[in-house]
């Protein structure tokens, strides 16, 4: 062997065989993100074939309830309007209140001591919002019709029966001052046999006779 070939050797593979591996792990990561990349495309198209088939599903909905007019232009169908929460008396009176003054629809009524409201009554609004809260926010949002309470007339059974002309009936006095309790002054009234007195002053909701002694008279319902 000559003094150069003994000089000039092979070199190692170190760096040689570090670039190698290097340039492995660059190609198992390039596969790695298109395989990504084409589950990523995948799911892509999968959701635009779900968006078609509901458009197109949406489009046959419209045809089959598409109506025309008297020229024969079609008329995009009305969505069936969904009806108004049905709201006690107070709890219409709660909202028009805050409203009113600006404050939020979830105030709380105990805490409120500006409405003029008894204590019974604002307790009655807070459980009927409790019991009630997607029907209070569909109310606040979109309004509301006034529930009409049942009604009943109040006939004393045994005056009644006294009497074989009229019959009597439990009367408030809607127009005289109320008692200290908040309440109407009570009298009775008379009124023909087989015919019912007047409703704005005698007829009671349940609430007001459930807080009154009438074990002594019949309960007869208000008609519409």
């Given at each position: 062997m000559t003094k150069f070939e003994e000089e000039v050797k092979r070199p190692a593979n170190g760096p040689l065989t570090e670039l190698n591996n290097n340039m492995q792990e660059v190609f198992s990561q390039y596969r790695k993100m298109r395989q990504y990349a084409d589950y990523l495309e995948?799911?892509?198209?999968?959701?635009d074939e779900h968006i078609l088939k509901v458009e197109n599903e949406n489009s046959f909905m419209r045809d089959e309830r598409t109506t025309f007019d008297s020229n024969g232009m079609a008329v995009e169908p009305k969505l069936q309007q969904q009806a108004l929460p049905v709201v006690p008396k107070y709890v219409a009176e709660w909202i028009e209140i805050l409203k009113t003054k600006g404050l939020k629809p979830l105030k709380n009524p105990e805490t409120y001591g500006e409405t003029g409201f008894t204590e019974e009554k604002l307790q009655n609004i807070v459980f009927w919002i409790s019991e009630n809260q997607e029907d209070y926010m569909r109310a606040w949002l979109n309004g509301y019709t006034v529930e009409k309470p049942q009604?009943?007339?109040?006939?004393?059974?045994?005056?009644?029966?006294?009497?074989?002309?009229?019959?009597?009936y439990l009367k408030k006095y809607i127009h005289a001052d109320l008692t200290e309790n908040g309440e109407h002054r009570l009298s009775h009234t008379m009124s023909a046999k087989g015919m019912y007195p007047p409703k704005d002053c005698c007829a009671f909701t349940k609430q007001e006779i459930d807080s009154m002694e009438t074990g002594s008279y019949?309960?007869?319902?208000?008609?519409?």
């Open positions: 995948y799911e892509l198209k999968q959701k009604l009943f007339y109040l006939k004393h059974i045994d005056m009644s029966k006294r009497n074989s002309i009229n019959d009597l019949e309960q007869i319902e208000v008609a519409e």
